[in-house]
Structures are given as structure tokens and as C-alpha cells.
């Protein structure tokens, strides 16, 4: 079935560094995504979206990127701080429809 | 309120215990979603409400769960003889449109759910 995954479990990066967390979606008709990032304890948060008739989107020291030919979307955050520190999710809706379908998650961590 | 309010935080029932979990979305959101979110994962989706009607409860893992909007503001989310499969985190959201136009969905901080 359809499904969001991500490239990489966890994510180890030096305070003030640039990150950045991966996505691989597979439904072709997905036209939302969206980064939520989830502190211990807490419910997801919500970062930033995109929608399918974007390639990218900025935000306060976050940019998202989309590549809808290979099915790919990118969260970079820039000047990494330790209040960062957190779980990722990408979700997309599978083309409209009234459900998200989330990734399992990246584990953000922040070396001192 | 300022954003969305579920109680209890924290739930401990003993297996075959029947649980009601509350969420009070954000005042004036059409859309309403519950989802589960077990250890270690993303959340999953498990129904939808536009308004008091309840379009989507294809997520519901069984008939032991049952949710309801019955006024179009807050909703329960009822289990019924809990087993130990059921611990996890219930995550409620909500939104000012109705889905499919790509708006903002907000969590609230969950119900932690452990059947012992």
C-alpha cells in the first residue's frame, strides 16, 4: 500500500551545523506534505508544508524541498540548536484525501 | 481554546477495562482526526469527522473502538475491553476546513494509553 518512509532512522549533527532529514513518499497522487517534529512527551508539532505545485518553501531557518520525479521530499534546518533536538515525521495525504499517512520518523540529535 | 486539549494525559486500565478518551479541538474547526501512535512509530490514522459526521473509520483496528463527535466540537474516543495491544499514544487533531484542501492540521499532546 502507500506508504511515507525515511532514509535514515537517526541524525547526529554539531550545534550550529545544517541538517538535513530525507523523505521518500510513493503515492504518486499525494499533493500536501507537511514536517511536524515531535519532542519526548508531546504531540507533533507542525513545521512546514508544501504543496505538489511547489519545488520549495522557506520558513523561519527551515526550507522544505519537494522532487515529485523521484518521489522525494527534504527538510533542512539551518544553524542547528540544541532545541532542535527531536523526532521528524513527514506526512503526506495521498492525494486528497482526508487522512495523512506519516513516516516513521528521523531522530534528531545535537552534538554540543 | 488555544490549541487542542485530550484527557486524561496519562491512562492506566487493566486489560478488559472499557477507556474514554476526550479531545477538545480548537474552537471552530470543521475537521477532526483521532490517531494511534505506538512506541517508536509515526502516528496512524484511525477516523475522521467533518463536523459531527464521522466520513472515514477505515483506521479503526477492530469494533472494540468507537469514536464519536456528537455536537461537531469535542469528541471521545472509547475502547472497549482493552487489551495489552491497545497501549499506545491517541492523538487528536484538528483543522479549520475541511480536508482535502491541503490546511493545517494540529495535534494535541495525546492520551498515553498502557494496558497492564
Known amino acids: 500500500g502507500e506508504s511515507v518512509g525515511l532514509h535514515l532512522p537517526t541524525l547526529s549533527v554539531q550545534e550550529g551545523d545544517n541538517s538535513i532529514i530525507n523523505c521518500a513518499y510513493s503515492?504518486?497522487?499525494?499533493?500536501?506534505f507537511i514536517w511536524y517534529k515531535q519532542e519526548s512527551g508531546k504531540g507533533p508539532q507542525f513545521i512546514i508544508d508544501i504543496r505538489s505545485n511547489m519545488d520549495k518553501r522557506q520558513g523561519q531557518r527551515v526550507t522544505v524541498l519537494l522532487n515529485k520525479t523521484v518521489k522525494h521530499l527534504s527538510l533542512q534546518i539551518a544553524a542547528t540548536q540544541p532545541g532542535d533536538s527531536a523526532v521528524y515525521f513527514c506526512a503526506e495525504n495521498g492525494g486528497g484525501a482526508q487522512k495523512l499517512v506519516f513516516g516513521q520518523g528521523t531522530r534528531l540529535t545535537i552534538n554540543p | 481554546g488555544a490549541g487542542v486539549s485530550q484527557s486524561p494525559r496519562y491512562k492506566v486500565a487493566k486489560r478488559g477495562q472499557d477507556v474514554a478518551l476526550r479531545c477538545d479541538p480548537i474552537s471552530g474547526h470543521v475537521s477532526l482526526f483521532w490517531y494511534q501512535q505506538a512506541l517508536g512509530q509515526g502516528p496512524e490514522f484511525l477516523t475522521y469527522?467533518?463536523?459531527?459526521?464521522?466520513?472515514?473509520k477505515s483506521g479503526l483496528p477492530s469494533d472494540r473502538f468507537f469514536a464519536e463527535r456528537p455536537e461537531g466540537s469535542v469528541s471521545t474516543l472509547k475502547i472497549q475491553r482493552t487489551q495489552q495491544e491497545d497501549s499506545a499514544v491517541y492523538l487528536c487533531a484538528s483543522s479549520f476546513f475541511p480536508q482535502g484542501a491541503g490546511n493545517t492540521i494540529y495535534f494535541g499532546e495525546g492520551s498515553w494509553l498502557t494496558v497492564v
Open positions: 469527522f467533518q463536523n459531527e459526521a464521522q466520513l472515514d
Open positions: 503515492n504518486s497522487a499525494s499533493d500536501y
